[in-house]
């Protein structure tokens, strides 16, 4: 099959673009679990546009509730109110269960930002505290202050002087936790599960631990869920499955349904800290990704796809960890639900670019963990024909 019209774009894109990606497939158009490039050429994405398109590619009710708002009104200031922002905030409260209220913003940097600010401004009325703990192998954004707050040499190098406030500690390990605490503490930053650290989970003792540091300490418990949120791991946040409740959480990615969203939950003791023009944003709440995000919701509710995550990543996992029963270079199958790594003695890049050879796209977090994170709709039929193209890849990078 021919490429010349993805090499077009492609060599427009690596000549205007600023090469902040090295991206490989130009994309075209997308339909369920599967998307096709500018040549025709299909592909399963075990992406997900990044853990974005949870519902799937072209899902018939995302795409119509995007085009009733957007004919109906595609932008309002947040100095009035929209529907669809107000339905949504309720709705993320109610599943949440923590009965407190949303902040929206258009990205999971921006509401974690919003966190470490929420944070701090309730620091400064209580002892004057401003530092956050966060943990080494985590990731929380890309603005100086979730750089800060990433404890990885990769992400920060270059930025230097990066913002004050942040100190780190092992995941998993309560004694490290204990040990960055301090009379400047005023929260505890941490994923349930670690994406672009490796695909690894807390223990529930552990999250368990930290929420009781937390209410010893008198500190705030921030979970970052944008990419383990909105079903995920097979509930619909992931702190849900440890047993734990934070008092505040993060979200986006596959929240706008693939339109730019993200949101700050609170629960009641925190809901008001923020007040009028403390804190903002220009589009968040937007009333087109708004739309979008209420019909995700349906679709996964309407759908069972927090079953489906359950049933589809089991099998999935179980496939995984048979190739590395098999292979000596495959160490280890780690995550939950359908947020899943595969550990390599290796190059894990050696293995995506494996992997899209035989028609299947996948990620690496970091450089020895293969990610796959399909759509929560993933069928056990398509997940049939996707373990034999990862089977074919793997037969092909370590194969005798």
């Keep these: 099959m021919s490429n010349e019209k993805s090499m077009e774009i492609l060599d427009l894109y690596r000549a205007k673009v600023m090469p902040t990606y090295t991206p490989s497939v130009a994309v075209a158009s997308g339909k369920g679990i599967t998307v096709r490039d500018a040549d025709g050429r299909s592909y399963y994405d075990f992406t997900s546009g990044i853990g974005v398109q949870a519902v799937g590619y072209g899902n018939r009710k995302v795409t119509e509730a995007i085009q009733s708002?957007?004919?109906?009104l595609t932008h309002c200031s947040n100095l009035f109110v929209n529907a669809p922002e107000t339905q949504l905030a309720a709705k993320l409260v109610e599943l949440s269960g923590l009965g407190g209220k949303v902040f929206f913003c258009n990205s999971g940097a921006e509401a974690n930002e919003a966190a470490i600010k929420l944070a701090r401004?309730?620091?400064?009325?209580?002892?004057?505290r401003y530092e956050v703990v966060t943990f080494r192998q985590g990731f929380h954004g890309r603005?100086?202050?979730t750089v800060a707050a990433t404890a990885q040499a990769w992400c920060q190098e270059g930025y230097d002087p990066l913002p004050v406030g942040f100190a780190y500690a092992d995941y998993n390990d309560?004694?490290?936790?204990?040990?960055?605490?301090?009379?400047?503490?005023?929260?505890i930053l941490l994923e349930a599960v670690q994406g672009e650290g490796g695909v690894t989970p807390a223990t529930e003792d552990f999250l368990k631990g930290v929420r009781a540091l937390c209410d010893e300490r008198n500190l705030i418990m921030i979970v970052d869920e944008v990419q383990t949120g909105m079903g995920r791991t097979g509930t619909w946040f992931a702190w849900q499955g440890f047993g734990v409740k934070p008092d505040l959480f993060t979200c986006a990615k596959a929240l706008g349904g693939g339109l730019p969203m993200g949101a700050l939950v609170s629960n009641a003791k925190f809901a008001d800290v923020f007040t009028p023009s403390s804190h903002a944003s220009t589009f968040g709440g937007n009333p087109v990704a708004a739309a979008a995000a209420n019909a995700v919701i349906s679709v996964?509710?309407?759908?069972?796809?927090?079953e489906n995550v359950a049933k589809v990543g089991a099998l999935l996992?179980?496939?995984?960890?048979?190739f590395v029963d098999k292979y000596d270079k495959l160490l280890e199958v780690r995550g939950k639900g359908l947020m899943l790594g595969l550990v390599v003695d290796g190059?894990?890049?050696?293995v995506v670019d494996a992997l899209a050879g035989q028609g299947l796209l996948a990620l690496t977090a970091g450089p020895h963990v293969v990610r796959f994170l399909p759509p929560l709709c993933l069928g056990e039929d398509d997940l049939e024909d996707a373990v034999d193209m990862i089977s074919d890849a793997l037969d092909n990078v370590f194969g005798e």
Excluded: C, F, P
């Design 69 to 72: 708002q957007a004919a109906a």
């Design 121 to 128: 401004k309730w620091g400064h009325a209580n002892g004057g």
């Design 143 to 145: 603005t100086l202050a």
């Design 174 to 187: 309560l004694d490290s936790v204990k040990a960055a605490i301090t009379d400047r503490t005023v929260a």
């Design 300 to 306: 996964i509710e309407e759908d069972g796809l927090l």
């Design 317 to 322: 996992k179980e496939a995984l960890q048979s």
């Design 347 to 350: 190059d894990a890049k050696e």
